[in-house]
């Protein structure tokens, strides 16, 4: 199992704590999964996410939070169980999903960032976002002294808001666009060690070379 793989299956079992908390998890996961779609003139979520143990976990708590109970479906050629790709959609609620978890602004328009309720939240909202953020999309590289965390971003201002969201953590990242991708990315070994605390990845500290 890669190390990126370690995180993201412990990180699926943290409990994020408050309800607000769950609730800016769940945001974060359909923001950088980029869930929100425009099907046929109707906006659905369809989050497409890896492993089992996380699809089962975001259907959960879209049950839980939000009174929702999505399709669950693994993707067209993929392995079955935590090596694989899941599909979590709601088809028939996605358009009030999308405002509830604000994906969508109260005038229908879609956010392009993540909401400021959100990004400026209490330190478990905080590191609920980038739990999800990397739950969805991210890797840790270990390659000798060259260890980075890495976010893959939609947008610019997705990637500033998880820049904002790791500064009222206290921790240092910097937003690049690499090869088109807008990217946040920590390299530094104090940071990277920080924020795997923040999010809850303690058992892959010792693994890693920081």
Same mark, same amino acid.
């Given at each position: 199992?890669?190390?990126?793989?370690?995180?993201?299956?412990?990180?699926?079992?943290?409990?994020?704590?408050? $309800?607000?908390?769950?609730?800016?998890? !769940?945001?974060?996961?359909?923001?950088?999964?980029?869930?929100?779609?425009?099907?046929?003139?109707?906006?659905? !979520?369809?989050?497409?996410? @890896?492993?089992?143990?996380?699809?089962?976990?975001?259907?959960?708590?879209? %049950?839980?939070?939000?009174?929702?109970?999505?399709?669950?479906?693994?993707?067209?050629?993929?392995?079955?169980?935590?090596?694989? *790709?899941?599909?979590?959609?709601?088809?028939?609620?996605?358009?009030?999903?999308?405002?509830?978890?604000? +994906?969508?602004?109260? &005038?229908?328009? !879609?956010? &392009?960032?993540?909401? $400021?309720?959100?990004? %400026?939240?209490?330190?478990?909202?905080?590191?609920?976002?980038?739990?999800?953020?990397? +739950?969805?999309?991210?890797?840790?590289?270990?390659?000798? &002294?060259?260890?980075?965390?890495?976010?893959?971003?939609?947008?610019?201002? *997705?990637?500033?808001? %998880?820049?904002?969201?790791?500064?009222? +953590?206290? /921790?240092?990242?910097? @937003? &690049?666009?690499?090869?088109?991708?807008?990217?946040?990315? /920590?390299?530094?070994?104090?940071?990277?060690? @920080?924020?795997?605390?923040?999010?809850?990845?303690?058992?892959? %500290?010792?693994? /890693?070379? !920081?």
């Amino acid at each position: 199992m890669s190390l990126t793989a370690k995180v993201k299956h412990e990180l699926t079992g943290v409990n994020p704590g408050s $309800n607000q908390a769950r609730a800016a998890q !769940i945001s974060s996961i359909l923001r950088f999964t980029g869930a929100l779609q425009k099907i046929s003139n109707r906006f659905v !979520i369809e989050a497409e996410v @890896q492993g089992e143990k996380l699809a089962l976990r975001l259907a959960h708590e879209l %049950l839980a939070i939000y009174g929702v109970r999505p399709k669950m479906a693994r993707a067209t050629g993929s392995v079955a169980g935590e090596q694989g *790709t899941y599909l979590v959609r709601v088809l028939d609620q996605g358009e009030t999903l999308a405002r509830q978890t604000g +994906l969508m602004d109260a &005038r229908g328009r !879609i956010v &392009r960032g993540l909401p $400021n309720r959100l990004t %400026l939240g209490t330190a478990d909202v905080l590191a609920a976002i980038w739990r999800g953020a990397f +739950l969805a999309a991210g890797t840790l590289t270990d390659p000798g &002294r060259s260890a980075s965390l890495d976010i893959a971003c939609a947008n610019r201002e *997705t990637a500033m808001a %998880l820049v904002g969201a790791a500064g009222r +953590l206290g /921790i240092t990242v910097k @937003q &690049r666009e690499v090869r088109g991708v807008n990217r946040v990315i /920590i390299r530094e070994p104090e940071g990277i060690n @920080q924020m795997l605390v923040a999010m809850g990845a303690t058992s892959v %500290l010792s693994l /890693i070379h !920081i």
